[in-house]
């Protein structure tokens, strides 16, 4: 009923991401995206985060984040590299949620899928749309850590080949980080009819998500360890580290969020009218 | 091959608690247009989504082309005209049909030639590179029957292909259906019920939510046994008896007031009838603008409504 032709599959990726470059909504992301970084990278570029390298810095961070990984990502390591990192991590779901919001969302609210299913498989558009937003984020991801490695490179006196192995590992882990998000918003998208309001629903269910958590973590600290396992962020802690060791674990968890998120959007998607 | 092509058993349709459809079972045959047609509310759009697959029924069946409207097999064999559906902004028609036709399996170049071919159909050629933000209405009404055209469907499915469209792009439209129905089947929605007489074998009454109808357009016409005429004013009261003296008239129909029409059954075959029943008229002192051999399919179709 449902069969996945590949070379379709291709097809509606590649028509996806063409459009994603043209249209408001890609545009909009990739502005916003480019303008916050270029601000940030401004901050960098004067050696801005090395002192966070020092004990205060590293205790500063402990305490925002967690010791370990103000350990592991400032002893030893660029702390301009790993400074963005950090930064890139914290900001992954806002700007995530933002860029795939727009998987089907518009795209059923204007009816312009009723062009497609003559065409394609229903399975084949929810899956286009997802690859294709995780593409367009990857991309943007990647570009901002190569900028990144090179300003490390410039500013730090961390040796290149550290930089480069460290640089490689960042990138993939915000890639990796970034996907339950875009599964969540896969998931968005299907129940409301356009970009606006999927993006509003999934930074609600995600802002509420973590308010719920705060509020049972301070009596129930165990339930409200329970309730964080909703968010797609729950790999936040391994990704953080930076290590390759903590990312591969993070990838097992990585499907099963991609999976559920997934598994319940299409299962939306498919017995939806259009 | 099964000569059935789309055949629904007991569909229904219901949105909360409203019934759109019930229990609507029919069967359309392969290479007979099928106009459907209803009073708004009727369920046409309904019935005309459930078919291309947009909506789930309810309950019930649908086939078409032997499969479930949902199904990969129909895929590139099923055209459609959605009514309300909206083209992506910021690209051009031209590359928005050739990406419509990629994915029915044409290569770059033969998509391209496909979306040029299909806007010369609709007169559009000229548009190619334009953006949908800078068409008309109208116009982008044709690019929308643009990409029901590519490729070889076996089904077309077109929900008001002449809605909005100027009478000489209406007629252009009507004769690239008309050929097309050579080569496949068609299946129209209108509310112009001209539309439908002129191009539609059968025709499908929705009425309510139900089937109504599902007959030949020419036998509700009644093509050969009677005459439509479109008269100066309303026709006067005793008119039935002003034909009287007639033996072969059968009945006097006058059309609902302001209407200025009047329909005139009869059962004979000769050919003269048609030139007496004129010269009544004319002794009546009635006189005519248009005279139509059969009866008009929107009187009909009007007069079913009512009862």
């Not at chain 1, 570029?45 to 592991?72: H, M, T, Y």
């Amino acid at each position: 009923m449902n069969a996945l032709r590949l070379s379709t599959l291709k097809s509606l990726i590649r028509q996806d991401l063409y459009y994603a470059l043209r249209s408001a909504r890609g545009v909009l992301f990739l502005v916003f995206f480019g303008a916050f970084w270029l601000w940030l990278f401004t901050k960098l570029s004067g050696g801005g985060a090395q002192w966070l390298a020092n004990p205060e810095g590293n205790f500063i961070i402990g305490w925002l984040f967690d010791p370990d990984v103000a350990r592991s990502l400032f002893v030893g390591r660029s702390a301009t590299l790993s400074a963005f990192f950090l930064i890139a991590v914290s900001t992954t779901p806002f700007f995530v949620l933002f860029a795939a919001s727009d998987q089907t969302a518009n795209d059923i609210g204007s009816k312009y899928l009723r062009f497609l299913t003559p065409r394609c498989n229903r399975i084949e558009i929810y899956l286009a749309r997802f690859v294709g937003a995780a593409i367009l984020v990857a991309f943007a991801y990647l570009l901002v850590t190569v900028v990144a490695m090179i300003m490390a490179v410039m500013v730090d006196k961390t040796g290149v080949g550290v930089i480069l192995m460290d640089g490689l590992l960042a990138g993939l882990s915000l890639i990796i980080y970034s996907l339950p998000f875009i599964a969540l918003m896969s998931l968005c998208s299907v129940v409301v009819g356009s970009a606006g309001l999927s993006a509003l629903v999934g930074i609600s269910v995600y802002v509420v998500v973590l308010v719920l958590v705060a509020v049972i973590g301070i009596k129930m600290p165990q339930a409200a360890d329970f309730v964080a396992y909703l968010l797609p962020n729950s790999t936040k802690g391994l990704i953080l580290q930076l290590q390759w060791q903590t990312s591969l674990q993070s990838l097992l968890i990585v499907p099963i969020y991609v999976l559920a998120y997934g598994f319940i959007g299409w299962k939306i998607f498919s017995g939806r009218d259009i | 091959m099964s000569s059935v092509v789309i055949q629904t058993n007991q569909l229904s349709k219901t949105f909360g608690a409203t019934k759109a459809l019930t229990g609507i079972s029919l069967t359309v045959e392969k290479g007979v247009t099928t106009g459907l047609v209803g009073p708004n509310g009727a369920g046409k759009t309904t019935f005309f989504s459930l078919l291309c697959g947009f909506l789930k029924p309810s309950n019930g069946t649908i086939s078409i082309l032997g499969h479930n409207p949902d199904s990969a097999a129909i895929r590139g064999k099923v055209s459609i005209l959605p009514q309300d559906a909206a083209l992506l902004k910021s690209l051009s028609i031209g590359k928005q049909l050739s990406m419509l036709a990629e994915l029915q399996g044409l290569n770059k170049s033969q998509a391209h030639e496909e979306a040029k071919r299909v806007l010369k159909l609709v007169n559009l050629y000229e548009s190619f590179n334009q953006m949908p933000e800078q068409l008309s209405h109208g116009m982008l009404k044709r690019v929308a029957i643009a990409q029901a055209l590519m490729g070889s469907p076996e089904l077309i499915l077109l929900d008001e292909p002449t809605a909005g469209l100027d009478p000489n792009t209406s007629d252009a439209i009507k004769s690239v259906i008309r050929q097309l129905s050579r080569q496949c089947t068609i299946v129209i929605t209108s509310h112009n019920l001209e539309v439908i007489e002129d191009l539609c074998e059968k025709i499908i009454i929705l009425k309510k939510g139900e089937l109504h109808s599902h007959e030949k357009v020419a036998d509700l016409t009644a093509r050969t046994k009677a005459l439509t005429f479109k008269l100066d004013q309303d026709p006067p009261e005793n008119i039935k008896a002003i034909f009287k003296e007639l033996a072969m008239v059968t009945d006097v129909k006058a059309g609902q007031t302001g209407q200025h029409r009047m329909v005139v059954y009869f059962n004979d075959e000769n050919p003269m009838t048609e030139i007496e029943i004129i010269k009544c008229l004319a002794e009546a002192g009635i006189s005519y603008r248009e005279m139509v051999r059969g009866e008009r399919l929107q009187d009909t179709v009007s007069d079913r409504m009512r009862r």
